[in-house]
């Protein structure tokens, strides 16, 4: 994990955090070489498991830092620091569209005119260089105060869509902008980005997205069938030129989109000419769904296979009430054999009419009990128990089915009798992994804070910064929901040791650079004030902190040739 | 009943984010669940962990599960709280943004067999020396094929085939498949995509036949397989089978 003060590859000092996500968080960055503010992307860890992934990130990441455009976002450096790969890019202070739209709704059409011209315009660059961006969306595309629009993540996104870990572990994002071609799977082209661009225009200029569900599988198939709702009848007084910029980029056959990004840009810079504003609504060339992509339509799939083993249950199956009987009247004989099968899940009780179970909370048990027998319930004797910090020890927390619930009468109601709060016995948790008590605690309802502690010996909790070392609250205390505990584990850092002073060897410096990471240079010195072989000079001072993969520049003392020989020469030089 | 459970990190991941259960109450009626978490930062145990103990706890809390209208509503009312779980844990943890999980459910009792699903782990029975699948994968692929937009051929190439449309702490409301199955089963299988993703059903099918293996050495057998076909996935593994005359 990225924390606030790090350095990456001894370069680029973490200084905020400025945006999360699924894959990726961002971080407000110095790149302390040139002394300039970076966006540092760092990836979730475990991607880097992923060969395919790391190797597809690498080259796209590299492909897409070769941009270099007013209206994207440029990007400096990819690499790997200890497991995290990163990518650092060009810091933009400002807003993404999103943000804006949110805050904006619709923008004015010269407005909308204007990104359009920008994005078209980066767009054209990277197309020119076969970069596709593939995930075009409001997210992706930065504002500035003054009005300058830059387009990130060229190519990440591709990269991360086809991680394997992504693959598996991943529910689909956001598919409001995704080309027809991209959701039947067929790959894309530089004329997937015009469609996402086409429905981005859409949005900014209704502040509304065209294609809306209840699911991503909706909104996709959505953009693979339904035609773009009309713009004009979201908005009044649009020129019809500018509704076909939209028509155009958001054909779902390809072939009917604009050539290129240069061509879009082109029809959005004169859209607004004088002779351009009432012209006709573009009429597309080519049939919409693609003829030469005729594909056998699949025989609704046959689930017999399947239904001789198990049949779904649906909502109704255990709603018995009037429904079943409209659909008695109306359904064909066929289907007798499901209705057989709904009368073998609920048995003769479709007779007994359905009554609601009263509210008994915070009621006695003798109160209760009568209520729902007034009601018509039967309740079960034996009573069971839960915890509860809000209804008084011995009173009803609630029933099972509960309160509220249309049931049929005489039906068999369970109470549950409050045991009061819910408390949780405080364990002994020195020695243990923080991870683990916090997610065990936190399920309880505990909020657990981490603080970090000094240590005397630092040296005892290499690699186990995450073991506890101290908690604010005794074992055998008791928490309710809600309270907090404070788990505190070591503050680890490492510091170079004062080898000048302890009188290291180099052997010494050696075996500890070697444990921590950095390397040595190494300069022999003549002296004669101390032992030979021990480290006169050290570069970094004792205590200092030890940076991984950093060189320590030592000297160290060396003595005899120095010592005998001028001793043994001088007297015979002077003889002679 | 025979039955055996096991849960293996795989070959490529450091965590094992899956989670597997069986458990048994006073009734001899017998509960078994797979959940395949996801998320960073070890969310994703945390998610199928929270899912595994909550129905774990449930299950045992209650003399008997019921009639079968009763399980179903243990079911659905069991998915609801776990969600609700899960999406104030990411609210409190930010961290932990995106974490979910895959559920994978068997409730077996002498008068009736169901199976919940919820993402893309699988619930399988043998009837009849045959391995039929009963759950539907939640995935976006799967959806494309049932409304004819793709093929079953062209789903198998499909650069997204993984891609899950429903999860445990990704969709609110969530709704959870349940099936109602034939009695007549032998042996019933849960698991969790890392098996499924590296054998086929045929593969499955060959080591459940395999009679000279007791139910552990077949689960094993499964599990050794997949790791030896890659293993780049968790690999969670719940397993029972009915004696004849059960």
């Given at each position: 994990m990225v924390v606030k003060g790090q350095k990456i590859n001894e370069r680029y000092e973490i200084l905020k955090i400025i945006g999360e996500g699924g894959m990726a968080n961002v971080y407000l960055a110095?790149?302390?070489?040139?002394g300039r503010k970076v966006a540092v992307k760092v990836l979730r860890?475990?991607?880097?498991?992923d060969e395919k992934f790391v190797r597809r990130f690498q080259r796209e990441a590299l492909a897409a830092s070769s941009l270099n455009h007013p209206n994207i976002v440029e990007m400096y450096d990819v690499g790997e620091d200890d497991g995290d790969f990163y990518i650092v890019m060009e810091y933009i202070e400002g807003r993404n569209l999103k943000q804006l739209i949110k805050r904006r709704g619709a923008l004015t059409i010269p407005e909308v005119i204007d990104i359009m011209l920008q994005l078209t315009d980066g767009l054209a660059h990277a197309h020119d260089a076969y970069?596709?961006?593939?995930d075009i969306k409001p997210q992706n595309i930065l504002i500035l105060d003054n009005g300058l629009v830059k387009i990130t993540d060229f190519g990440i996104a591709m990269a991360l869509n086809n991680s394997q870990l992504t693959q598996t572990n991943s529910v689909m994002g956001?598919?409001?902008?995704?080309p027809p071609e991209q959701a039947s799977g067929k790959g894309s082209t530089i004329k997937s980005d015009l469609y996402s661009l086409g429905i981005l225009m859409y949005e900014l200029l209704?502040?509304?997205?065209?294609f809306r569900g209840e699911s991503a599988v909706e909104i996709a198939l959505k953009h693979m069938k339904d035609p773009l709702p009309s713009l004009s009848r979201e908005l009044d007084n649009v020129p019809q030129s500018i509704e076909n910029i939209i028509i155009r980029a958001t054909a779902?056959?390809?072939?009917?989109?604009?050539?290129?990004a240069r061509e879009m840009y082109e029809d959005v810079k004169t859209a607004l000419d004088d002779e351009r504003i009432h012209e006709p609504r573009y009429i597309y060339k080519?049939?919409?769904?693609?003829?030469?992509?005729?594909?056998?339509?699949?025989?609704?799939?046959?689930d017999k296979g399947d239904g001789l083993i198990a049949k779904p249950i649906t909502d109704d199956d255990f709603k018995p009430n009037k429904k079943i009987f409209i659909i008695l009247g109306s359904?064909?004989?066929?289907l007798i054999l499901l209705l057989f099968l709904i009368f073998i899940i609920i048995?003769?009780?479709?007779?007994v009419p359905d009554v609601r179970i009263p509210d008994v909370s915070n009621m006695t048990v003798e109160d209760a009990e009568s209520k729902l027998k007034e009601a018509g319930f039967e309740v079960a004797i034996e009573l069971k128990e839960i915890s509860s910090d809000k209804i008084e020890e011995?009173?009803?927390?609630?029933?099972s089915p509960a309160s509220g619930r249309m049931i049929k009468k005489g039906t068999t109601v369970t109470l549950y009798q409050s045991t009061g709060e819910n408390l949780i016995e405080i364990e002994n948790?020195?020695?243990?992994d923080y991870i683990e008590v916090k997610s065990a605690l936190t399920l309880k309802g505990i909020k657990v804070i981490q603080e970090k502690k000094d240590v005397d010996d630092i040296s005892l909790y290499r690699d186990k910064e995450?073991?506890?070392?101290?908690?604010n609250i005794d074992s055998g205390s008791k928490l309710k929901d809600g309270d907090e505990i404070i788990l505190y584990t070591p503050n680890i850092y490492e510091v170079y040791p004062d080898m000048v002073g302890e009188k290291w060897t180099v052997a010494d410096a050696q075996v500890f650079a070697d444990e921590y990471g950095f390397n040595l240079d190494v300069t022999y010195k003549e002296t004669d004030?101390?032992?030979?072989?021990?480290?006169?000079?050290?570069?970094r001072p004792a205590n200092s902190k030890i940076v991984t993969g950093f060189t320590l520049k030592i000297d160290v003392s060396k003595a005899k040739p120095v010592q005998e020989e001028p001793i043994e020469e001088e007297p015979i030089n002077g003889t002679e | 009943m025979q039955t055996y459970y096991l849960t293996d990190a795989g070959k490529?991941?450091?965590?094992?984010e899956d989670r597997v259960i069986i458990v048994k109450n006073d009734n001899e009626e017998y509960f078994m669940a797979v959940a395949d978490g996801m998320g960073g930062h070890r969310a994703g145990e945390i998610a199928s962990s929270m899912t595994i103990e909550y129905l774990r706890d449930a299950f045992l809390a209650m003399e008997t599960i019921g009639d079968k209208a009763n399980a179903v509503n243990f079911l659905r009312e069991s998915v609801l709280t776990i969600n609700k779980k899960i999406f104030a844990y990411t609210d409190e943890f930010p961290?932990?943004?995106g974490m979910g999980t895959t559920l994978v459910v068997a409730i077996v009792t002498a008068n009736y067999l169901l199976f919940g699903n919820i993402g893309d782990s699988s619930g399988f029975v043998m009837k009849e020396d045959k391995l039929y699948k009963v759950t539907k994968d939640h995935t976006l692929v799967n959806l494309l094929v049932s409304t004819g937009e793709l093929t079953a051929e062209e789903a198998k190439l499909?650069?997204?085939?993984?891609?899950?449309?429903?999860a445990l702490g990704a969709n609110d409301p969530i709704d959870i498949d349940i099936f109602d199955v034939d009695?007549?089963?032998s042996e019933i299988l849960l698991c969790s995509d890392g098996l499924t993703n590296m054998l086929s059903e045929e593969q499955i099918q060959k080591v459940l036949e395999?009679?000279?293996?007791t139910v552990e050495e077949r689960v094993i057998r499964l599990i050794k397989k997949s790791n030896n076909r890659g293993g780049t996935d968790n690999i969670s593994i719940a397993y029972l089978v009915r004696e004849s005359g059960e």
């Open positions: 110095e790149d302390t070489i040139l860890g475990d991607l880097a498991n970069i596709i961006h593939r956001s598919v409001h902008y995704l209704t502040g509304k997205l065209p779902k056959n390809p072939k009917n989109r604009y050539n290129n080519y049939l919409e769904h693609d003829l030469d992509d005729t594909k056998i339509l699949p025989v609704i799939k046959d359904i064909l004989a066929s048995p003769a009780v479709t007779e011995g009173n009803i927390v609630k029933t948790y020195i020695g243990k995450n073991i506890i070392i101290a908690q004030a101390v032992s030979p072989g021990i480290i006169i000079y050290q570069s | 490529v991941r450091e965590h094992n961290e932990s943004k499909h650069p997204k085939k993984n891609v899950l449309m429903r009695m007549g089963v395999t009679q000279e293996l």
